[in-house]
C-alpha cells in the first residue's frame, strides 16, 4: 500500500451485520467550543502575543540604540533582522518533531530558553552583544510559531476554526503595536533603552508555567476525526513541495511579511524625521511610535476580523474566496502605501490615516492564509507546513526587509545633495521603502494564482483524511457492494462531488462519490 496519505485507501470492515454505522466524534466535536478547547487557544494566542511585542519592542526603541551605540541604518535593521538565524536551525527540528512527539513539551521548553536568552540580552551594552543575542530570539517563535496553528487545527473545524485562527492572527497584530508601546515607554520612563527589552521575558515565563500546567495536547486531526499516521520527514516535504496552493500562498506571503516587516521597523523613524524636517517638536518619537502602536493595534483588530468574515461569507459560493480575498488586499494596499510616502510631509493626520488604510488592506490576509493551510495541508503534515511556511516568509520577508531598507537607504544617502542631515536621512529612507510597493502588487498576484489551484487541493486534503477513517460513519452492506458512503462535513464546496477510492477485502477498488451530510 502506498504510504503517501492522499491514495491511501481503507479496507472496509468484515463483518456479518447488514450495516455497519460508528461515531464520528472527533468531526463532530469539532465545531464546539469547550472551556478546555477555549484555555488552550488563550495560551497559544498570549504565546503569540509576546514574541511580536519582543519583536516589535527595537522598533520603538532604535534611535536610542542606534545613537547610543552609534549605529548605521543597516547596522540597526540588522538588529531587528538578526531573530532569523536562529530561526532557520530550530524551525524546521520543530516542524518535525510537532507532527510526531509531545507539542505542549516542545512549546514549554523552547519558551523557557528564550525567557533566558531575551532577558540576558537586555543587560548588553555593545552592538556585537546584543546582535548575538538577538539572533538568539528566533527560538521563541520556532517553538511555538508552526505548532500554535497545527493544534488549533486539531481542536476546531469549519468557521469555528476560521474565528480562531483570526483570534490567533489577531494577536500578531496586538503584539506588535504593545511592542512599540511598551518599548518606548519603559525607555522613556527609564531613560536606558534597556528596560525596553525586559518586559517580554518575564510575561513568557508565565505563559511557560500556563503551558505547563494548564494547556491540553489533542490528539492530531481531532477535529477532522483523523487517524492519519505520519511518515518520513522526506516524504513530508515532497508531499509539501507539490502542493500549489501551500507554495503559492507561501511566495505570497513573503510579500505580506516583508512589507509589514519594513514598515513596522522603519516606520516611525521616518514620519519622526518628516516633523523634523518641519520643525515641527510637538511630537517625540516616543509620541510617534505610541500612536503608530495604535494604529497598528486598530489597524490588525479591522483587518483580521474583516477578512475572517469576508473568508466565512464569501467561501460559500466561491470556494477560491480566501485567496481572492488576500490578493485584492494586498494590491488595494499599495496606493495608501505610496500616498503615504509621497505625502509624508503634510498633515500628520492624514499620515496616520493613509497608514492605517494601508495595513487594514495587508491585514486582510493573515487568518485567511493560516485556514489555507490548515484544509490543504493533512493534520500529520501541519507543523512541517506551518514551519516550512513561517521560515521563508521570516528570511525572505520580515528578516530581511529591515536591513534590506537599511541597506538601500545608506547607499543612496550619499547621492542626496543637500546641507541637511537630517533631510538626506529622511529622503534616503523613502527610497528605501519604496521597494515595498513593487513587492506587495507582486504577492497580490501571487495570491490570485493561488486561488486557481486552491479548490482541487483542498479537496485532495478532504479526501485523504476521508480515506483514513475506518470508522467514519461507513455504510457497509455485504450484499451491495454498491451501497458505501463516506461522509465529509456539511457545506464544503471544495468536496462535493469529488470521488476517493475504497479497498474492500476482496481487493476490488470502488470509486465512491464524497456526500455532505
Given amino acids: 500500500m502506498d504510504d503517501d496519505p ?10 456479518d451485520h447488514e450495516e455497519h454505522q460508528v461515531s464520528d466524534a472527533g468531526r463532530t466535536h469539532g465545531g464546539q467550543v469547550t472551556r478546555a478547547k477555549m484555555l488552550t487557544t488563550l495560551i497559544i494566542c498570549f504565546c503569540n502575543l509576546i514574541n511580536f511585542m519582543d519583536r516589535y519592542c527595537l522598533p520603538g526603541i532604535l534611535p536610542m540604540v542606534i545613537a547610543d551605540l552609534k549605529l548605521s541604518n543597516f547596522q540597526g535593521g540588522l538588529l531587528q533582522s538578526a531573530f532569523v538565524v536562529s530561526y532557520i536551525v530550530v524551525a524546521p527540528i520543530v516542524g518535525y518533531l510537532g507532527d510526531r512527539y509531545s507539542r505542549r513539551a516542545i512549546m514549554g521548553c523552547g519558551l523557557l530558553v528564550w525567557s533566558i536568552v531575551t532577558m540576558a540580552g537586555s543587560f548588553m551594552t555593545t ?23 497545527a493544534v488549533i487545527g486539531d481542536l476546531y473545524i469549519g468557521d469555528t476554526r476560521s474565528k480562531m485562527l483570526a483570534l490567533f492572527y489577531f494577536t500578531t497584530l496586538i503584539g506588535g503595536g504593545l511592542g512599540f508601546i511598551t518599548g518606548s515607554g519603559m525607555a522613556a520612563a527609564t531613560s536606558s533603552w534597556n528596560w525596553g ?48 496552493s501551500l507554495m503559492l500562498s507561501t511566495i505570497a506571503s513573503i510579500a505580506v511579511t516583508f512589507t509589514v516587516g519594513a514598515i513596522a521597523a522603519w516606520g516611525p523613524q521616518y514620519v519622526f524625521l518628516g516633523r523634523q524636517i518641519l520643525n515641527d517638536n510637538s511630537l517625540s518619537f516616543d509620541d510617534i511610535s505610541l500612536v503608530f502602536g495604535i494604529v497598528t493595534i486598530a489597524s490588525g483588530l479591522l483587518g483580521v476580523v474583516s477578512g475572517s468574515i ?33 505625502l509624508s510631509l503634510g498633515s ?24 489555507i493551510l490548515l484544509y490543504v495541508i493533512i493534520p500529520t503534515r501541519r507543523a512541517t507546513a506551518a514551519a516550512f511556511q513561517i521560515l521563508v516568509c521570516h528570511i525572505f520577508g520580515d528578516a530581511s526587509s529591515p536591513f534590506i531598507v537599511g541597506l538601500i537607504s545608506d547607499a543612496l544617502k550619499p547621492t542626496i545633495e543637500s546641507d541637511s542631515e537630517t533631510f538626506r536621512n529622511f529622503k534616503s529612507l ?6 515595498i510597493l513593487f513587492v506587495e502588487v507582486l504577492g497580490g498576484f501571487f495570491f490570485l494564482a493561488c486561488s486557481w489551484f486552491l479548490v482541487s487541493d483542498r479537496a485532495k486534503a478532504t479526501r485523504a483524511v476521508a480515506v483514513s477513517i475506518p470508522d467514519q460513519s461507513v455504510l457497509y452492506d455485504k450484499s451491495k457492494a454498491s451501497q458505501v458512503h463516506v461522509f465529509v462535513p456539511a457545506n464544503d464546496p471544495a468536496t462535493s462531488g469529488h470521488t476517493v477510492m475504497i479497498k474492500r477485502s476482496s481487493q476490488i477498488m470502488d470509486e465512491v462519490n464524497l456526500e455532505t451530510v
Fill in 6 to 15: 492522499e491514495k491511501r485507501s481503507i479496507t472496509a470492515p468484515e463483518t
Fill in 127 to 149: 552592538f556585537e552583544t546584543l546582535l548575538i543575542f538577538r539572533c538568539l530570539g528566533g527560538i521563541g517563535e520556532a517553538s511555538y510559531s508552526a505548532i500554535g496553528p
Fill in 197 to 244: 527589552l525586559r518586559v517580554t521575558p518575564i510575561l513568557s515565563m508565565v505563559s511557560v508555567l500556563l503551558i505547563a500546567f494548564v494547556m491540553r495536547d489533542p490528539p492530531r486531526g481531532l477535529s477532522e476525526g483523523s487517524r492519519l499516521v505520519s511518515t518520513s520527514w522526506q516524504k513530508d516535504i515532497v508531499y509539501l513541495l507539490k502542493n500549489p
Fill in 310 to 342: 469576508m473568508g466565512q461569507k464569501l467561501r460559500i459560493r466561491f470556494p477560491s474566496a480566501d485567496a481572492i480575498i488576500c490578493g485584492i488586499g494586498m494590491i488595494c494596499s499599495a496606493p495608501f502605501f505610496y500616498a503615504l510616502l509621497v
Fill in 348 to 371: 500628520i493626520y492624514a499620515i496616520y490615516v493613509l497608514a492605517f488604510l494601508a495595513l487594514w488592506f495587508i491585514n486582510l490576509n493573515w487568518a485567511l492564509v493560516g485556514d
Fill in 430 to 435: 523613502e527610497y528605501g521603502l519604496f521597494v
